[in-house]
């Protein structure tokens, strides 16, 4: 081969991949904002925010508070808005004091979103409620459930509620975008199967039949990797954002909690 195609033969290889390379890049810098989509500030019909001061954060919790023992934590998917459900949850669970978390970024909240903050920030808010209320369920809807699974592996958690869940963050991103290293790019990988095994509470699990989103196949993964095996509801026809448009999503998922 002569020197100018060796040259022009380099050229086209060297190319797409400094163009692949780049868009790596870009994508390792960018991350967070691709996985975090914090929404502004609202109303939550029937609640009142608490101010939560955390390490480095103050989190605006829209709370139901009751007398009793029992509680809800709630945490949103990565672009919910968690105060325009609490009414809803409010009129069916009366029994329950109710806390739904704007993560750090979202909705009045200060701080960064980031797994380890908002891990760090759903076990202090346990800790601080514990004592008022010692048996706390949670729920964690899509994003939420990597917070939720990470929070019952180290605490007592009286009833586990995953919607949309994954298995891990890192496997639905390889799922969307099997052309991309995303298990050398991610920072934040909610690898929530790994974490399972330490989760001893009753769990229910909804799936949305039609998400869009989690693939089928990474909720299953994630029910396989349960050492007491969960209960499983598949709304049929849902989606990933509409399922709690179907009447059976609240009414099952109320009925696993008031048990």
């Given amino acids: 081969m002569t020197a100018p195609r060796l040259r022009a033969t380099l050229i086209a290889l060297l190319i797409p991949a400094g163009l692949y390379a780049g868009l790596c890049l870009l994508l390792f810098f960018t991350q967070r904002s691709q996985v975090y989509f914090p929404v502004g500030e609202s109303a939550a019909q029937g609640a009142v925010s608490m101010s ?54 979202y909705a009045g909240s200060t701080g960064e979103p980031s797994e380890s903050a908002l891990v760090g920030d759903a076990i202090a808010l346990y800790d601080r409620l514990q004592a008022r209320h010692p048996k706390i369920s949670v729920l964690g809807r899509s994003l939420g459930s990597g917070v939720a699974v990470q929070l019952a592996s180290s605490r007592t958690v009286d009833r586990l509620v995953l919607v949309t869940p994954f298995d891990s963050l890192v496997n639905v991103a390889r799922a969307h975008f099997p052309w ?40 299953d993964a994630l029910v396989g990797a349960f050492s007491v095996r969960p209960r499983v509801l598949v709304l049929k026809g849902a989606g990933h954002n509409d399922l709690d448009l179907d009447p059976g999503y609240l009414r099952e998922v109320v009925d696993f909690l008031a048990r």
Avoid at 59 to 86: C, H, M, Q
Avoid at 95 to 102: E, I, R, T
Avoid at 197 to 214: I, K, N, T, Y
Wanted: aromatic share 10%; net charge negative; no cysteine.
């Fill in 180 to 219: 991309l290293p995303v298990r050398l790019l991610m920072l934040d990988r909610y690898d929530s199967a790994s974490r399972m095994p330490a989760v001893q509470s009753p769990a229910l699990v909804v799936v949305a039949e039609e998400d869009e989103v989690v693939p089928r196949a990474r909720t």
């Fill in 52 to 105: 939560f001061e955390t390490e480095g954060a103050t989190l605006k919790v829209w709370t139901v508070e009751r007398p009793g023992s029992s509680a809800l934590i709630y945490f949103g998917g990565n672009a919910e808005d968690v105060g325009a459900s609490i009414a809803s949850f409010a009129e069916r669970l009366p029994g329950h004091s109710l806390y739904f978390v704007n993560y750090r970024g």
